[in-house]
């Protein structure tokens, strides 16, 4: 039998289907570099910009793309520089994002270095750029040339190294000496799907079992026992009982905040900051009977809270105002016990969101610092005479953490530190509070919490 393509054969020839796989890679690399030159030249975080390819195709490899870009940014940039004419400062953002953006691909992916190079001229045509497009096949043919001397130059500087700007490097260094650069390296890895089960509708046991029948694989995290790691990352649409509420995606770290908490049925219960509304849905499914209120400064984000509640199936009352002002919104009914769960740097979820090393600047940590004081004086004149307020950040800046509580603790005589609820965590000690670091063995994020408690009238120490 002839076995050679005949008139009627539907499939394409070889050069149609390399020239279409050649399209779909120079469509990826044009995308990311619009998301990485928009997130850095207006602000934005990656997961706001990258909305506008929800329905895209190939939405998941845009993803990696642009997030990988921003995680190594600072090198990348560094590795173009000595290869420009201009420096990257004076270079277009678009221009210089894609050649960062192909500098990355070169360096992490596993395409073959031809078809990077010609997808990143395709590309360079694709966003407008076609004046430039000899211009970045020259730059980053001769980047293939220098490779190994340009990668060299920059392995003496840990903040090139490691891709984090000075400032931070400098702080980490300060506040952490004894393990700075594993932070550094910690903060460039790929952050595990982490989940939260309600254990109230599922056990780990029956999880992990379903989870292998979906073709899926989970690992049980040992100090926390509603954490699953699903250890190949999916979409939540795959998640066995994701669309049921009885499966969250959430840190490690960040559910431990309702167990430091420990709420109890019948309590009152305030979330100070409840926005998306995973520390929400973790109180009620440790205490279904509470009464919570889920207070936040923005509508759409509150909005996020009512529709994530509604797929867990849990009820709170929701508040839509700025906790620091005056409490109109308040009953006058003091609450049993509070989480404040403050806006922050967010320099302990960077693997998380890489872009938060180039967004956020040295001189933002005292404005937060203070107003995170300003959210726990509010939060305390809610708290009733012996209840309790976890205060915590997904910081790992004492600024904004140990600083922030012994300053509240040295201005009221009402307020104790407490020892936290039993837990198995790999707290380090902060003093006042507790850190949690993001090491890959620890498996969570970057958090910081801080147990207190308000003193009776006449209640000693």
């Not at 619009?34 to 506008?52: F, H, I, K, N, P």
Request: proline share 7%; net charge neutral.
């Amino acid at each position: 039998m002839n076995t050679r393509a005949t008139r009627n054969d539907k499939r394409p020839p070889r050069r149609a289907v390399q020239g279409a796989a050649s399209d779909i890679a120079a469509q990826v690399l044009a995308a990311a570099a619009g998301v990485v030159t928009t997130v850095l030249e207006e602000g934005r975080t990656a997961d706001d910009v990258m909305m506008q390819f929800e329905d895209h195709p190939q939405l998941r490899a845009i993803r990696a793309v642009a997030l990988g870009t921003l995680r190594w940014w600072s090198r990348c940039d560094a590795l173009i520089a000595p290869l420009l004419t201009r420096s990257p400062q004076q270079t277009a953002p678009l221009l210089r994002a894609l050649l960062c953006v192909a500098v990355h691909q070169l360096q992490h992916s596993r395409n073959p270095l031809e078809s990077t190079v010609s997808a990143a001229v395709n590309a360079a045509r694709l966003v407008g750029l076609t004046h430039a497009a000899g211009l970045v096949n020259a730059v980053l043919r001769r980047f293939l040339r220098e490779r190994d001397a340009l990668v060299a130059a920059l392995e003496s500087a840990p903040a090139q190294r490691h891709a984090h700007p000075q400032w931070l490097v400098d702080e980490l260094r300060s506040a952490w000496p004894d393990c700075w650069e594993a932070l550094l390296e910690a903060n460039n890895a790929h952050p595990p799907l982490t989940l939260r089960l309600d254990l109230t509708r599922v056990s780990r046991e029956d999880y992990l079992r379903q989870l292998q029948e979906a073709g899926l694989e989970g690992q049980l995290v040992p100090w926390l026992p509603t954490a699953v790691i699903v250890t190949k990352p999916v979409a939540v649409e795959r998640l066995p009982l994701f669309r049921e509420g009885a499966v969250s995606v959430q840190d490690a770290s960040a559910q431990l905040a309702a167990r430091l908490l420990a709420p109890v049925d019948g309590e009152r219960v305030l979330d100070a900051c409840a926005a998306p509304g995973g520390k929400s849905g973790a109180l009620l499914e440790l205490a279904p009977e509470l009464r919570l209120t889920a207070l936040d400064c923005d509508a759409q984000r509150a909005q996020r809270v009512a529709d994530n509640l509604r797929r867990l199936g849990r009820t709170a009352g929701l508040v839509v105002a700025d906790l620091t002002a005056e409490p109109r919104w308040w009953d006058g009914v003091l609450f049993d016990a509070i989480l404040l769960d403050a806006p922050c740097s967010a320099t302990g979820v960077i693997r998380r969101h890489p872009e938060i090393k180039w967004l956020r600047r040295e001189a933002d940590i005292e404005a937060l610092a203070e107003q995170q004081q300003r959210m726990l004086q509010s939060c305390w004149a809610l708290l009733k005479p012996g209840g309790r307020l976890v205060y915590a950040t997904c910081s790992v800046l004492p600024a904004e953490n140990a600083a922030v509580v012994a300053r509240f603790l040295a201005e009221h005589a009402d307020a104790r530190e407490v020892e936290p609820p039993a837990h198995e965590a790999p707290l380090r000690r902060a003093n006042p509070g507790w850190q949690m670091l993001p090491m890959q063995e620890a498996g969570g994020d970057g958090f910081y919490y801080a147990c207190l408690k308000r003193l009776a009238t006449g209640e000693g120490p």
